[in-house]
């Protein structure tokens, strides 16, 4: 093994047992989302033991051949995943469970490999309750993490790149107090999109957090008790004012810098792709799979 291999084999090492970690901050009936590198049997039990659900990707040839797989409707397999052999993996699963997979395709490059095969897992069993597209298209909206590490970094710290603390303690405190903050712009913008029957990702981060530093310099100068419910509402109505223009559909293009990576370096001579149409959504691009389909792998549903 050289050197890159070892320390990749360390980092997602060390990604996995982090993941497990962060598990014991997770409640009942929350959703869990996790790339292929995270996704296991044994994670994968550990969250159901706390009461929640795992919706993952998996890697090519992981679980491609499980016994008992039934077909449900709208293109999901319903498959058992049998107790880990003593020995085979640090975190095993003990019980045994069953999952639910769904494979897909991208038909548009834009958004990833074209005619490679997604495949996503999960613990919600029932598509009545948990339908394949709508899994797939939530699972897809993970990128949006990237947004408010923005918000945070750019907008609510103003590209402030050093914490004032100086000491271990010091940093977890001001770290708490910086995300609580952007919690509570983010849940009260929440709240203003809900009662204006608007999409949340239509409002500005920006502004709510604008909104709300005017609205608190106001209350300092009223008693809580009279000022506080009709502020609130002035405050929704003031964060729901600017509404955004829709989201394009997000171009995915699987490049990076480094070239052990397996995939491409970055073209710095080649123009971006074109953009998708405001009309566009992400579903229009998806083609469902049936992995059991008795001609070929491959059959796409009818």
């Known amino acids: 093994m050289g050197w890159s291999d070892w320390k990749w084999a360390a980092t997602m090492t060390r990604r996995v047992h982090g993941a497990h970690t962060l598990l014991e901050q997770v409640g009942p009936d929350m959703l869990v989302m996790a790339d292929a590198g995270i996704i296991s049997g044994g994670f994968m ?30 293109g999901s397999v319903l498959a058992w995943v049998p107790p880990t052999r003593k020995g085979q993996a640090q975190y095993p699963v003990q019980r045994g469970m069953w999952v639910r997979i769904i494979s897909y395709r991208i038909t548009d490059e834009r958004l990833g490999e074209k005619d490679k095969v997604y495949r996503l897992v999960t613990t919600l069993l029932n598509p009545r309750v948990a339908p394949a597209l709508a899994l797939i298209e939530l699972y897809h ?18 590209q402030r790149k050093v914490l004032r603390s100086k000491t271990p303690d010091g940093v977890y405190q001001e770290l708490y107090g910086i995300f609580l903050a952007h919690y509570a712009v983010r849940a009260l913008m929440a709240q203003a999109a809900i009662e204006a029957h608007l999409d949340p990702d239509r409002l500005s981060f920006s502004d709510g957090l604008f909104q709300l530093t005017e ?24 964060m729901a004012h600017t509404v955004l223009p829709a989201r394009c559909v997000r171009i995915n293009r699987r490049e990076v810098k480094q070239i052990y990576n397996k995939y491409q370096p970055k073209k710095r001579q080649v123009p971006p792709p074109e953009p998708f149409e405001p009309e566009d959504q992400f579903l229009d691009f998806v083609q469902m799979l049936d992995p059991l389909a008795p001609q070929r792998h491959e059959e796409v549903l009818k």
Do not use: F, N, Y
């Open 215 to 238: 609205m608190i310099d106001l209350a300092l100068t009223l008693e809580p008790e009279e000022a506080t419910a009709p502020l609130l509402a002035r405050l929704h109505h003031k």
């Open 141 to 158: 909206e993970r990128w949006e993490v990237e947004l408010v590490i923005d918000e945070i970094k750019t907008h609510q710290r103003l």
């Open 45 to 74: 039990e550990h969250v159901r033991e706390r009461r929640a659900h795992v919706l993952g990707a998996l890697e090519a040839g992981t679980w491609e051949h499980l016994d008992h797989q039934r077909r449900l409707s709208a």
